[in-house]
Nanobody, 127 residues
Framework: QLQLVESGGELVQPGGSLRLSCAASGFSLDYYTIGWFRQAPGKEREGVSCISKVGGRTNYVDYVKGRFTIFRNNAKNTVYLQMNSLKPEDTAVYYC????????????????????WGQGTQVTVSA
């Protein structure tokens, strides 16, 4: 059974850091494009970042550039999202997702292109 499990979300003060993990079971993340998405209350789910299948090419939404970093650890079959300089507006449920199709060397932050989803982890940025 293919499964993605996110972890690492918690309450953090503005300016703080968190590292989210997306661990896969039942399949190897090596062969999938991986995306991180988030959904705040009353808002649509949006793509935050993604990493390609080949070459580790990354893509970020403008308002997290320079603060968030996505990276893989294939040995652990896990993808991470390092989040620094967190702001209250980063508060959301964060989801990781895996895409089977699409380009090998580029990635997309379009949620409709992703096939498998985790259950989400809550990130709250508040003083």
């Amino acid at each position: 059974q293919l499964q993605l499990v996110e972890s690492g979300g918690e309450l953090v003060q503005p300016g703080g850091s968190l590292r989210l993990s997306c661990a896969a079971s039942g399949f190897s993340l090596d062969y999938y494009t991986i995306g991180w998405f988030r959904q705040a209350p009353g808002k649509e789910r949006e793509g935050v970042s993604c990493i390609s299948k080949v070459g580790g090419r990354t893509n970020y939404v403008d308002y997290v550039k320079g603060r968030f970093t996505i990276f893989r650890n294939n040995a652990k079959n896990t993808v991470y999202l390092q989040m620094n300089s967190l702001k209250p507006e980063d508060t959301a449920v964060y989801y990781c997702a895996a895409a089977v199709g699409g380009s090998s060397r580029f990635c997309s932050r379009e949620k409709n292109e992703y096939d498998y989803w985790g259950q989400g982890t809550q990130v709250t940025v508040s003083a």
